[in-house]
């Protein structure tokens, strides 16, 4: 019994890993690709590092989820109000990126939005796009993890599924597959 508990708390990182990573992935290669077309590729490092901040935005939410959930794990009589809260908090939030991706589905949207952002604060602009996308679903990951799984199996099941999404990511972008990018997003939404 214990195995199958892990192996499903493994799954089920491995799939929130893997659908958190691949949205992020799909912004930012969204991105990527409106600066080469726009002859603007040597921005890219912004991109990037609106990456980088995002992913340790994200390792800090999910160190502040930890210290929060390791003081409440103590006191036992919280602990069930603490995940039924999370729980809530985690399906709002779901619905609320549900609802976002049906309004703006299309990636002409996100780069129009980069473009503005361009125009308004060149590289900046697009520092934030990528910070902010890869922070909220990070952050997402930290809290369908934490709302629905116990233990590290499902941490290294994250683990995982990024590795599998970054692959993805590479082979998509790279290779130049055409994708109806609005229908992939509601695929995973």
Known sequence: MAGAILWSDFLAGSLIGLREAVEAALIIGVLMTWLVRSDRGSLSSWIWYGVGAGIAASLVVAALFAWVWGGLESFEEHEALFE???EIFAALLLTLVIVHFIRHPSARELENWADEAFKQKH???????????????????????????????????????????????????????????????????
């Open 123 to 189: 590289g900046m602009g697009l520092f934030l796009i990528s910070f902010l996308s890869v922070w909220r679903e990070g952050s997402e990951t930290v809290v369908f993890i934490g709302a629905g799984t116990e233990g590290t199996d499902a941490i290294v099941g994250v683990f995982f599924g990024i590795v599998v999404a970054t692959v993805f990511a590479y082979a998509f972008f790279t290779r130049g597959m055409e994708v109806d990018i609005s229908k992939l997003f509601k695929i995973t939404n």
């Open 84 to 86: 039924g809260v999370l």
